[in-house]
């Protein structure tokens, strides 16, 4: 019984060798399986190929391979992989090879669409390696012909402004470089958040499930991020300082460490950059740095005779999908022609998010100029809800607005803005805690106008001292920065799930 499962064993391994033998930049192994013309990337110690071994087997032998024999194949082949095999880049859903864009459909043939600068075209074996991971879905064929006009219908925004920066998300999430805006879309119960994130995901990574609950740690964020391309979560109400950190690292790359599962001691490197989708009833933007790496969709409310049933919305959806999918890629084609000759004098936070929108203007339903004007506008908006959450950046204002120029230590400010209440609530207790909570609303201070910079005088001691002026060429707190009659303007239909309800089209 034992020779023959060392039969079965060494069969087993040299049937696995077969397979293209290789391992990640992160020495993980891999195997790439032939399958109907097509190249599998497989984890040597997956399921999947698992399986593939194991049909292999059964067409060779006409038996079943026993588990033992399995498992210490795949543990030699895995040692062969890391130590014997090529290092290859591996990506999830899009790669760039080149002056080119590949995007993985997700399907169970492994069909790629190659984006040129030229156009788009499937592709069986591209020239990148991507994996998959449990969930992945799969996109359509896109379809020439379509218009992003198409959208409109199916996305609950407010104003011509939204349309275009919801349409640029997408644009963004489909430049495998990054960085990523992060869409961050609030309103009331029954708003539509769930489906919008849901028909957003569903154009660029659609997966199973579409979106999920708060993660409860940093480690499980990071490694949802490397196991999918967008990130979705629902219904999210505050986010703790270290999520929000979190997110904000992955919008535009970072590095993180985790210790590996079921290992005390041994630790794993993963560097992710994600685009991201988060939705609240509550005020999302709450801190600076998130706000500053954001979109801002606040959505209006949805009258119950704009519903329409939940399955004729979907399968409208889907029947419009491949046609969406198709106008951004064609997008994507402009972007790729025309990102490098992008000239902007003044970029935003985000450069190489703007730069690709703007790159992309001329294969797109709107005059060019038009996204850097609703971006921006989305900008100030955020700042003001940071600030309206922000008792500092509210006194801070009212300071400005009496005082300012004004230049003086940390202390002297402290005393202006708190005087005695620095230990009640909305306080800080030290001029210093003060000071570092000030730098995180600096940048939503300078959208309304104020520019507070810190300094040190060239006395003696080195005074540490903070100058509060007024930003040139800004108005600040002088403009109407929610205009109504701007602000509701709509070009969608609403459309959310309400008691298996959606809006009318």
């Known amino acids: 019984m034992a020779r023959r499962e060392k039969k079965h064993t060494d069969t087993l391994i040299h049937l696995g060798t077969e397979a293209e033998l290789w391992r990640t930049t992160d020495g993980q192994p891999f195997a790439t399986v032939e399958d109907g013309g097509a190249h599998h990337n497989l984890e040597v110690d997956s399921k999947q190929f698992q399986l593939w071994l194991a049909r292999r087997f059964w067409k060779e032998e006409a038996t079943a391979a026993g588990a033992n024999g399995l498992k210490q194949a795949i543990e030699v082949l895995a040692a062969m992989a890391i130590h014997e095999g090529t290092e290859h880049d591996t990506f999830i859903r899009l790669a760039r090879h080149g002056p080119n864009v590949y995007l993985d459909r997700g399907g169970p043939e492994w069909h790629t669409i190659e984006i040129t600068p030229e156009g788009w075209q499937p592709v069986l074996n591209p020239p990148v390696r991507f994996r998959r991971s449990p969930g992945v879905g799969e996109l359509p064929w896109p379809e020439s012909g379509g218009s992003l006009d198409d959208l409109c219908r199916f996305v609950n925004v407010r104003g011509d402004r939204d349309f275009v920066l919801a349409v640029s998300w997408l644009l963004g999430a489909l430049n495998p470089g990054g960085p990523f805006p992060i869409a961050l879309i609030q309103g009331e119960q029954g708003s539509a958040k769930s489906t919008l ?176 004007d609703a971006y921006e506008e989305n900008q100030r908006d955020a700042s003001s809800l940071v600030l309206e959450n922000s008792e500092l950046g ?18 002297e400010l402290y005393a202006h803005i708190w005087g005695r209440t620095g230990n009640l609530r909305g306080g800080r207790a030290t001029a210093a805690s003060m000071s570092q909570d000030l730098k995180r609303i600096a940048p939503s201070l300078r959208h309304r106008g104020i520019d507070v910079t810190w300094h040190r005088e060239n006395d003696r001691n080195r005074t540490r001292k903070i100058a509060v002026r007024a930003v040139h060429g800004v108005q600040g707190w002088l403009e109407d920065l929610h205009d109504e009659e701007r602000r509701s303007r709509t070009v969608a239909v609403p459309v959310e799930v309400v008691d298996g309800l959606v809006p009318v089209g």
């Open 197 to 372: 994130t849901r028909v957003l995901r569903s154009l660029i990574d659609p997966a199973t499930p579409i979106h999920t609950t708060k993660p409860t740690s940093e480690r499980d964020l990071v490694i949802s991020a490397h196991n999918s391309w967008v990130q979705a979560f629902d219904n999210l109400s505050k986010i703790p300082d270290l999520l929000s950190d979190a997110f904000c690292r992955i919008a535009t790359g970072g590095g993180f460490k985790t210790r590996r599962l079921y290992h005390d001691t041994e630790e794993i490197s993963l560097d992710v950059c994600r685009p991201q989708i988060l939705n609240g009833i509550e005020d999302l933007a709450t801190r600076d740095d998130l706000r500053d790496r954001g979109i801002l969709f606040e959505l209006p409310a949805i009258v119950g005779g704009d519903r329409k049933p939940e399955r004729q919305f979907w399968a409208e959806f889907d029947e419009a999908r491949p046609r969406i999918l198709g106008a951004l890629l064609d997008a994507v084609s402009t972007a790729l022609r025309e990102q490098p000759h992008v000239n902007v004098e003044e970029l935003p936070r985000m450069a190489d998010f703007a730069t690709w929108v703007i790159g992309a203007e001329k294969g797109l339903p709107w005059q060019p100029g038009t996204f850097l």
């Open 394 to 411: 509210q006194r801070m204002i009212r300071f400005a607005e009496e005082h300012m120029p004004w230049d003086g230590t940390p202390t």
